[in-house]
């Protein structure tokens, strides 16, 4: 069974800086697709960034890149700039067509960012 | 714009109860989702839907079944509500496996 780990459950930026998110993944399929999404206090998730498995360049949205290393089964969130409103619970989440769509994600990581 | 909409952000029930929580889409995806998250152990999927009248069972589906009668709309229902149930209750939806998810706001479930 595919499954998702993020191992840091708590992360800390300052304002301005860069910061990484670790996930790891493990799956015996070629073609599948992995996500970012942020939970911020209202509650409502976001897609953050998407990147399809077999694209090798790793997706870019704005401040917001992925290190996807298909090998070591690892997509590491990079949040460039970093403010305020970055502030969130993190989840990595992989979803492939062979198992019918089905979205499973991590455990989260809770990113505060100080002024 | 895409919507989830889920009938309760706040729900209070007694142990033993029946509990139905409803989750309707209007974008006309194909597959939808329910999740619990509890803090420490992220989203954990409950059970899935690729189709009309076709569930799949996720990773913790001990307690619940669920009801999709229509594309637009997938049921979520606790048999016998049990404490342990207490959690919040995300409902999601997505075109395809490869497309993104969207949620709607969960339902915070006490059972007391």
């Known amino acids: 069974a595919q499954t998702v780990t993020q191992s840091q459950p708590e992360m800390s930026v300052q304002e301005a800086e860069t910061v990484t998110l670790s996930c790891t993944y493990d799956?015996?399929?070629?073609?599948?697709?992995l996500f970012w999404y942020k939970q911020p206090p209202s509650r409502q998730m976001i897609l953050v960034i998407r990147?399809?498995?077999?694209?090798?360049q790793n997706a870019t949205e704005n401040r917001f890149s992925v290190n996807f290393q298909k090998a070591a089964k690892s997509f590491s969130l990079k949040i460039s700039d970093s403010q305020l409103g970055d502030a969130a619970m993190y989840f990595c989440?992989?979803?492939?067509?062979?198992?019918?769509?089905?979205?499973?994600f991590g455990q989260g990581t809770e990113l505060s960012v100080k002024p | 714009d895409v919507k989830v909409t889920q009938s309760s952000r706040y729900l209070v029930k007694r142990t033993g109860e029946k509990v139905f929580l409803e989750c309707v889409q209007d974008?006309?995806?194909?597959?939808m989702f329910w999740y619990r998250q509890d803090p420490g152990l992220g989203l954990r999927l409950i059970y899935f839907?690729?189709?009309?009248?076709?569930?799949e069972k996720g990773d913790i589906p001990e307690g619940y079944s669920v009801s999709r009668e229509k594309k637009e709309r997938f049921s979520l229902i606790l048999e016998s509500a049990s404490t342990n149930q207490t959690s919040m209750y995300l409902c999601?939806?997505?075109?395809?496996?490869?497309?993104?998810?969207?949620f709607g706001q969960g339902t915070r479930l006490t059972v007391v």
């Open positions: 839907s690729y189709d009309v009248k076709m569930k």
């Open positions: 999601a939806s997505s075109l395809n496996p490869g497309r993104e998810a969207f």
């Open positions: 799956t015996s399929e070629s073609d599948y697709y």
């Open positions: 974008m006309d995806h194909e597959n």
């Open positions: 990147q399809e498995a077999y694209k090798q």
């Open positions: 989440a992989y979803s492939s067509r062979n198992q019918g769509g089905k979205l499973i």
